[in-house]
């Protein structure tokens, strides 16, 4: 097996390490969602509800997990190919890549695809016709914009409008990563962990976990760590840190992120979580601040152990791979109600929650995966999608 040194593709080449993080994340979003509707926790189109401890301990713990990290390093792996799309482009071309690429998927979803689906799925029984519907009733409980899982690109694009400000009114840069300074050490990783941590307990003493801006869909519970994460990526691009990750760093941090998935039971344990788990998710708690503090270490952990698994062992694309990278990011605009609809349709059958979860997430991936590639044939939908 190659050095993580020897791995050292030209400027042009295509790192199918990153793409296939993207898949790995994309198709967790969808296992997450699932779980959410079977045994998880937080908030989804449908739930079914959960019917023992175990089962809800189970859910709430890959949730947690997930929650953790998976879109902060989502965040971190969009912004890395930022700089680069704006050094070839300049700002006006970029700017209109991303309205293309993420604005019209944003509005779409927005306002077609999701007040659609809400009204046919919830609304079906009322005496209302849809255009009365929408723009009236929808908007009294829905977001303005970034609606459901979409919330996500328009997270992406304003990140991606700040990009743009700060490279106008900051000095020019050359094409291309700059001088590549060497990976920081653990000391570092670590002091940045303590101090994401420290700043999403802050943010938590006035916007607990679940708080919503409602208007645009954001939950700043976990915008310092978004943030955050993306103005990592910008800065890995230019000094080439994904690439430059040394294997023993990425080993350290693997280990430590399985230390810390393990420590989430004996943690809601000795916080109480298991009669109120109501000082875990904000104010002036230790629950509060060990909770930030051991997703954000989780965060930089996984991210970095997940980089150094998929670049040491899956640096490379074969047919499967090859269909499942661009068909992704569709994916991951229609999941919400692909896996809602067929979640809805088998109510009835009579499984426990974790089985019916495993088989219902090893259906819905692969249609969702099909329905994207027969979107992606329809006209015009090769510049956006």
Known sequence: MPAAADIQPKPAARLYFIDNIRVYLTILVLAHHMMITYAGTGMWYYNEGQQDGVTRMLGAWFCATNQAYFMGFFLLISAYFVPGSYDRKGARHFLK??????????????????????????????RMPFWQ???GRYFHHSPVIGAGPLWFVE??????????LWRLVSRPRPAGPAA?????GNGA??????????????????????????????????????????????????????????????????????????????????GGALVDHTPFIGGLHWQALASALWE???????????VYIFRRFFNSQGRLMK????????????????????????????????????????IAIPVCFALSALIRKLP??????
Not at 380 to 385: A, G, I, M, P, S
Request: net charge positive.
């Open 97 to 126: 890549d991303r309205m293309v690429r993420l604005g019209i998927p944003l509005i779409l979803f927005s306002w077609v695809i999701n007040p659609v689906f809400v009204y046919a799925f919830f609304y079906q029984d009322i």
């Open 296 to 306: 954000s270490f989780l965060c930089l952990s996984m991210s970095i152990g997940l």
């Open 155 to 164: 997270a992406l694009l304003i990140f991606s409008f700040g990009y743009i």
């Open 189 to 270: 990783v670590a002091l940045f962990a303590l101090l994401l941590g420290l700043a999403g307990f802050t943010v938590r003493l006035w916007h607990p976990v679940g708080w919503n801006f409602v208007p645009l869909n954001l939950q700043f519970p976990f915008f310092a760590q978004y943030v955050a994460l993306f103005i990592v990526g910008l800065i890995a691009y230019r000094r080439n840190w994904l690439l430059d990750l040394p294997d023993k760093t990425g080993r350290f941090w693997l280990e430590i992120a399985v230390l810390l998935i393990l420590l989430w039971l004996p943690l809601i344990v000795a």
């Open 380 to 385: 015009y939908t090769d510049r956006v999608l």
């Open 180 to 184: 590549r300074p060497p990976f920081p």
């Open 323 to 362: 269909f499942l990278v661009p068909n992704a990011y569709t994916v991951y605009i229609i999941h919400a109600p692909v896996i809602t609809l067929l979640a809805f349709s088998v109510r009835d059958v009579a499984l426990h929650p974790l089985l019916k979860w495993a088989v219902l997430s090893m």
């Open 133 to 135: 519907y929408f723009p």
